[in-house]
């Protein structure tokens, strides 16, 4: 990117938000502090409006605004991509605010660049897996808890512990949301608990927005799942795969921990990490006359305490 783009979007990036650190900048654009720093300069030279405060950031002053922005085709065919996206992932009232949304983006582009969109429009669809849980429009509380999470409002549960195989009541302060595995997690203080817990929209049959507001004391999403996942002790698994069984094995790969494959002649050698070897070894099971165990040995007794019971329990029928 050349300096005089750097430089439009680094304004963009200004009226995006309040406050823009000068590290987020830094970062964004893969320059350094002094870059920015100088970036900025030029910008309050051409007659921008910067406030900069120490250990805070910049921010344009109040009432100031870019003029009516044009997008690329490829930004503008990288909105109408997402939005397919937010309609399978989300729920109705996010999905037709972020389809609203579009449609202002859709009347600022030129019209060679609205054709192109419309010529894509019915091009790309987004399909569900089976495993993926159908959530009824009202039972879909991702609006309800974004808006809790900018405002801080406690929210009250009524959740299905699966586990315990009972409906629970709790007030939580949540932190944030991510999707994984088809399934979006809530991740929030409980109070009920006292301590962080993990919450699938599948299973919340109830959610309501209390009136009461939380403190700013909780860590922030990011850092939550890096000490998370850092956390899981993963083993590093690798099985041949004869070529014919191969493509059998389809997307439930990624299921259990795919790293990478190497096609050879008559095999795929394949690398996993997995954080439950048991888990992995009676899925191995459903292959295994066409597969070889090449490490751990763990894994490999694993799938044979799985057979000697399986043969075992057919024996004493």
């Not at 650190?21 to 720093?37: G, K, P």
């Not at 579009?102 to 569900?128: C, G, M, Q």
Request: charged share 25%.
């Amino acid at each position: 990117m050349n300096r005089i783009d750097r430089l439009s979007a680094i304004l963009i990036q200004l009226q995006s938000r309040r406050t823009v650190r000068a590290q987020d900048i830094a970062e964004r654009f893969e320059i350094s502090l002094r870059t920015v720093y100088r970036d900025i300069r030029s910008l309050e030279e051409a007659g921008i409006p910067i406030i900069g405060e120490a250990g805070v950031g910049y921010s344009l002053t109040d009432g100031y605004r870019l003029p009516p922005i044009m997008f690329t085709r490829e930004e503008a065919t990288a909105f109408i991509t997402a939005e397919k996206l937010v309609i399978g992932l989300t729920d109705t009232a996010n999905s037709n605010s972020y389809s609203s949304a579009l449609y202002k983006i859709r009347a600022v582009l030129k019209s060679a660049d609205k054709d192109h969109l419309e010529n894509l429009d019915d091009k790309i669809e987004f399909l569900k897996s089976s495993h993926t849980p159908e959530l009824r429009a009202d039972k879909n509380p991702l609006q309800t808890i974004l808006n809790a999470i900018a405002v801080r409002n406690v929210l009250q549960l009524n959740y299905f512990a699966y586990y315990r195989q009972e409906h629970t009541l709790r007030q939580i302060e949540p932190v944030g949301v991510f999707y994984l595995d088809n399934y979006w997690h809530l991740i929030a203080y409980c109070r009920e608990r006292k301590a962080y817990r993990d919450f699938r929209f599948d299973r919340i049959t109830e959610i309501t927005t209390l009136s009461e507001l939380y403190p700013d004391r909780h860590p922030s999403l990011k850092s939550y799942l890096h000490d998370m996942f850092r956390e899981v002790k993963l083993v590093e698994v690798t099985i041949k795969v004869d070529k014919n069984a191969y493509p059998y094995l389809g997307q439930q790969k990624y299921y259990h921990g795919f790293v990478s494959e190497n096609h050879l002649p008559d095999c795929v050698e394949m690398q996993f990490l997995t954080n439950s070897i048991e888990g992995f070894a009676r899925w191995f099971i459903t292959f295994a006359d066409h597969a070889f165990v090449l490490q751990p040995e763990v894994l490999l007794d694993q799938v044979k305490n799985i057979f000697s019971g399986i043969e075992k329990n057919l024996v004493s029928r």
